[in-house]
C-alpha cells in the first residue's frame, strides 16, 4: 500500500507533468478521444464528416477556398491531421520554386495536400497520390475531383506504399519522380525512401519532403538522409498543424546520387 503521505508528494509532479505537457494532453483529447465519441455517437467516419462540411461550405472548382473550407473545420470543430495553412505555405513554395513535371505523394488522407500541390503545379505536371486506407481514399478522391482536378492531373492510387512504388513504373507509367511528399505513417519514411531508391525513380536534383520529422518524429529517416551522402538536407522548423504550441519540422532532401 502507497502511504498518503508518498500519494500526497506526487501531486506537485503530476501537476507539473500536466502543465507542461497541456498542449500534447489537449491534442490527444481533440484528435483521439473526441473523434472516438463523434465516431460512436453519429455512425459517420470523421473524414467523411470533414467532407459534408467542405460540400456545404466550400465552392467547387476554387481549390484555394477548399483548403480554407478544410482549415475552419480543423480549427473551430474537430481536429483531424491535415498538413495545415502554415506548412501549406512551406510545401506550395516548394513545389513553385522546383516546378516539377511528376509528383509523388504518400499518404493522400482527404486529400487536403493533393488539391494544395495540384493546383502549384505547371502546366502539364502530373502528381499521383498513394493511400492505402480505401474509405479515406473515396473521401480523397470526392475532394480532389470537387476542386476541378481531373485523372490527367492527379491519379489517386490504392494501396500501401510498399506495393504500389516497386508497381510506379510497369502498372503506372511512372519512370522517375522529381518531387515525392511523405506524410504517410512516419516509421515507412525510411523503407520508402530506400525502395524508391532501389527502383531507380529518384533522378539526381529529385526533391523529398517529408513531414512530422520532429513531432511525431522519423528520427531514422532523419539520421539515414543525413549520413548515407546521396541527400542535402535541410529542415523547416514550424509547428504542428494547427497546434501553434507543438514544435514541429518538415525535412527537404535533394537527391544528389553520389555516395
Ligand atoms: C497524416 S495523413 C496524410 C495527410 C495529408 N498529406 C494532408 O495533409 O492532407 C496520413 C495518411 O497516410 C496513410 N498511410 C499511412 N501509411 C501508409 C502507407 N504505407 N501507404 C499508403 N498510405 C498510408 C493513412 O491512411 C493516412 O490517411
Not at 473545420?73 to 502554415?86: D, T
Not at 541527400?231 to 501553434?244: A, D, F, G, I, P
Not at 507543438?246 to 527537404?252: E, T
Request: proline share 6%; charged share 20%; with cysteine.
Amino acid at each position: 500500500m502507497v502511504s498518503p503521505a508518498v500519494a500526497l508528494a506526487f501531486i506537485p509532479f503530476l501537476v507539473t507533468l500536466i502543465i507542461r505537457y497541456r498542449h500534447y494532453f489537449l491534442l490527444f483529447y481533440r484528435a483521439v478521444l473526441l473523434r472516438w465519441l463523434r465516431d460512436y455517437l453519429t455512425g459517420i467516419p470523421r473524414e467523411e464528416r470533414a467532407f459534408q462540411y467542405v460540400m456545404t461550405h466550400a465552392i467547387p472548382g476554387d481549390p484555394q477556398h477548399i483548403l480554407e473550407t478544410f482549415d475552419d473545420w480543423c480549427i473551430h470543430c474537430e481536429y483531424i491531421g491535415n498538413v495545415g495553412p502554415q506548412k501549406g505555405k512551406i510545401l506550395e513554395r516548394l513545389i513553385y520554386e522546383n516546378t516539377p513535371l511528376t509528383v509523388l505523394e504518400l499518404g493522400t488522407f482527404c486529400g487536403y495536400t493533393t488539391i494544395l500541390m495540384a493546383q502549384a503545379l505547371p502546366l502539364g505536371a502530373r502528381l499521383y497520390t498513394v493511400e492505402m486506407d480505401p474509405g479515406k481514399a473515396a473521401v480523397a478522391e470526392k475532394v480532389i475531383r470537387l476542386a476541378g482536378f481531373d485523372e490527367d492531373t492527379v491519379e489517386l492510387i490504392v494501396g500501401p506504399s510498399e506495393d504500389v512504388i516497386p508497381e510506379l513504373k510497369e502498372k503506372h507509367g511512372l519512370q522517375q519522380v522529381a518531387f515525392v511528399f511523405m506524410d504517410h505513417w512516419k516509421r515507412c519514411y525510411l523503407r520508402d525512401l530506400q525502395l524508391l531508391e532501389a527502383h531507380d525513380l529518384l533522378p539526381k536534383g529529385a526533391i523529398i519532403v517529408a513531414d512530422n520529422v520532429i513531432f511525431p518524429g522519423a528520427p531514422h529517416f532523419l539520421q539515414y538522409a543525413k549520413g548515407c551522402g546521396k541527400y542535402q538536407c535541410r529542415l523547416h522548423r514550424t509547428s504542428l498543424e494547427y497546434v501553434r504550441a507543438i514544435p514541429d519540422g518538415m525535412a527537404q532532401l535533394t537527391y544528389t546520387g553520389l555516395l
